[in-house]
């Protein structure tokens, strides 16, 4: 009899983004003549910038040529992709990651969900709340956790609540967490961490021996010079963290697939008798087995970021969604809402008005003004009450969005 993975059976409700998709799509196909604006998914809009398109196309024309084809490549990336990545994203930061240490992989998405694979079913896994869901819901799919409670929290995780008392920032646990998952800028909140709470985190994890997992897939919306690109600019991180970032929102790659994770040399965990194992070899092994690597013209086409003309290119399609951030955040502040993120980050955070529900919220604009956002208590019990808006969009749909919003009335 074969039986299946019962882990799974303990997610109950579907996962929160094909949840939006099915209920907008139930909106419009009962409404085919409202025009819905899609503000929710953090999907981009703007098309692959010039120097992006060039290097894609010269790597599928290498492809097409006997003397330049390329079959299976290195999984965890080729060399020159690599390089620039440790180049420009680290060593132009005073951070010391070799090529070596940086795996390309086709999403953070995948690569913060399978890296629990690595380690034993026995650690506690500490997440914010609220927070991206794919932290909770595979660790529940590894069999980390018991049931969902009453209060939507997973027996076994470990939850770091963030809300306006604390800034939307966790708190270090009284308990003791083996793996800890952060996400600077944060989604959904758009907050970010300083200098000051990131060496909280480091020193915290040095001491009890725990591992960071450190989602930075939003860095290059960072417009504060003080704030961190990367955990690794923390003295010691290298020895406590792995960190995920991706090219999707960078550089408009979510339909073309390009990500990386870092793993330092230096970063050990224990085995049952507390001997200590570097991480590296083991992430290599599980990469190696079960990816065969990020395509030859994808890789080709994400190395262009990093070319002067590149790197001008993508940093116009990054200021072209902070200002609709901005534009987003201003409106909702005249229209009496409170609203957080929005300036180091793509995400608006909005508390709803008078007392709606993160999903009453969701289903009025939906049906009155035709605008989509993603509910807050999709991303944990704590955002209940608020909602994300996406900065994700083509500017003359933020604006009709905005004029929508007004005519509403709260």
Known sequence: MARINENYLKLKAGYLFPEIGRRVREYAQAH??????????????????????????????????????KG????????????????????????????????????S????????????????????????????????????????????????????????????????????????FLCFPNTPTGTVATREILTQWVDYALKNQCILLFDAAYEAYITDPSIPH?????EGAKKVAIEFRSFSKTAGFTGTRCAFTVIPDELMAYDGLGQAHPVKPLWMRRHTTKFNGVSYPVQKAAAAIYTEQGAKEVKEVVQYYLENA?????????????????????????????????????????????????????????????????AFADRSNVLKAMERLKALHF
């Open 72 to 107: 299976y490549g290195p999984e965890q990336g080729y060399g020159f992709l690599r390089e620039a990545i440790a180049r420009f994203d680290y060593q132009s930061r005073g951070v010391n990651i070799s090529p070596d240490e940086i795996f390309v992989s086709d999403g």
């Open 326 to 390: 901005r534009i987003m955040t201003e409106s909702l502040k005249e229209q009496g809402f409170t609203v957080f993120g929005g300036v180091n980050a793509p995400y608006v955070w909005v508390k709803t008005k008078n007392n709606l529900t993160s999903w009453e919220f969701f289903d009025l604009l939906l049906q009155e003004a035709h605008v989509v956002g993603t509910p807050g208590s999709g991303f944990g019990p704590s955002g209940e009450g608020y909602f994300r808006f996406s």
């Open 230 to 234: 990367s955990i690794y600019e923390i």
């Open 109 to 180: 998405k995948c690569d913060t969900g399978n890296i629990q694979e690595i380690f034993g079913h026995d650690n506690k896994v500490a997440i914010c709340d609220p927070v991206y869901p794919v932290y909770a819901d595979t660790t529940v799919m590894s069999g980390k956790t018991g049931v969902c409670q009453a209060n939507g929290y997973f027996e076994g995780i470990l939850y770091m609540p963030c809300n306006e008392s604390n800034g939307f920032i966790p708190e270090i646990p009284t308990e003791r967490p083996d793996l800890i």
């Open 32 to 69: 085919p003549e409202k025009e819905i604006i899609r503000m929710g998914i953090g999907d981009v809009t703007q098309p692959l910038v010039p120097s992006v398109v060039a290097a894609f196309q010269e790597g599928v024309s290498e492809m097409a040529n006997g003397e330049t084809f």
